[in-house]
């Protein structure tokens, strides 16, 4: 195998398999892969001096959970005594703020409480779009859909069509860890499949909710792993109905170990390191060659190394992130307002865009 020849393969937007990927990783240096990625970028992205940014924010639903994921130090037990279910008192006051600062959507996560149903969500989603109508539900993810799929005997489709009907306007990809079952029964083995995953993405394509991909690296998962998640993401991409939005986004980021459970058996375990995630960025550019967009996660590696990855591959900065819960608890720190990255944006040389979730610049 040569890297010349997989170098070619790219700019012409051909198909990798998962061996020439993991060669190409593991042998090409990281000066090339990020050239070849910035290359695609131009290809995908017409006005490629422009970075988009949002501004939203992350509202946990409840941190009861019961998929039981060793990364995670937000999840509470069922009887916990600081387990929540969020009020619909906080709501407002979260909204009122998001709205304040400019932003309309809420990135509403979840987690797999046995005592909410479908009917809480129907519910919850109708009450917030009554009071406010402009607000961008962005909520949930496979996980809770099959969760709720499974707790109420209904179809993925079904669950789906109620929750968008209720107002969910588009499916992120989180829970999507490491598409790999070897992985998943190890790491979060009350969350759903591969397979359940890839088919709950499917039925919100067929819907034409728009739906992002997400990829949490760098813990136990082999690079061959990583280079099948990519290529079962392209795949399934492939399959969308024509004109219907699909995967719009991919948003790789790194595991974070302070004080999880993972850490605990495996002490030893090193988090990637700045130069392997701007080779993940280029190579998910790479790999992905039917997706249009790829975040980068300041929040996760920093600002500087997150202004790298816009010249290997990258081509939004993601949100400001007015809360996050999950992955802070784990050690990750970072933090920007919307003037800081947008002035992050132009100190890597870029033009900042404010967009919406359909990656449609709004200013």
């Known amino acids: 195998m040569k890297l010349e020849n997989l170098y070619s393969k790219a700019i012409k937007l051909q198909d990798f398999t998962v061996e020439e990927l993991t060669f190409l990783y593991k042998n090409a240096p990281t000066a090339d892969l990020m050239a070849l990625a910035h290359e695609l970028r131009k290809i995908h992205k017409k006005d490629d001096k422009y970075v988009g940014w949002i501004i939203d924010r992350n509202v946990n639903l409840t941190n009861i959970c019961v998929a039981g994921c060793k990364f995670c130090n937000f999840s509470r037990h069922l009887n916990d005594p600081d387990g929540y279910v969020t009020t619909m008192e906080e709501y407002r006051r979260k909204i009122k703020e998001l709205f304040d600062l400019g932003g309309d959507q809420l990135l509403l996560q979840g987690g797999l409480n046995p005592r909410l149903g479908l009917d809480f969500y129907e519910n919850l989603f109708r009450s917030l779009k009554a009071e406010f109508p402009d607000l961008k539900l962005h909520a949930l993810g496979p996980a809770e859909v099959a969760y709720l799929a499974k707790r109420e005997k209904l179809s993925y489709k079904e669950v789906l069509i109620r929750l968008h009907q209720a107002g969910l306007d588009s499916l992120p990809g989180a829970g999507a860890e490491i598409l790999s079952d ?182």
């Open 182 to 363: 070897r992985v998943r029964r190890y790491v979060s083995p009350g969350k759903c499949t591969t397979d359940q995953w890839l088919a709950v993405m499917k039925a919100a394509h067929e819907l034409n909710l728009p739906t992002s991909a997400t990829m949490m690296f760098g813990f136990i998962e082999t690079i061959e792993e990583r280079m099948q998640h990519l290529l079962l993401i392209r795949d399934l991409q492939k399959q969308k109905p024509q004109g219907h939005y699909g995967f719009i986004t991919f948003v790789p980021w790194t595991f974070q170990k302070e004080n999880t459970e993972l850490e605990k058996e495996y002490p030893d375990i090193k988090e990637a390191s700045a130069d392997e995630y701007v080779r993940m960025i280029a190579i998910s550019r790479i790999a992905l060659n039917n997706i249009e967009n790829i975040q980068t996660s300041w929040l996760t590696v920093g600002k500087e190394i997150a202004q790298i990855t816009l010249y290997g591959g990258a081509n939004d900065f993601g949100s400001i992130m007015i809360e996050e819960n999950v992955v802070s608890s784990a050690g990750a720190h970072y933090s920007m307002n919307a003037q800081q990255i947008q002035q992050a944006i132009r100190e890597a040389g870029f033009i900042p865009r404010r967009r919406n979730q359909k990656y449609e610049f709004i200013d």
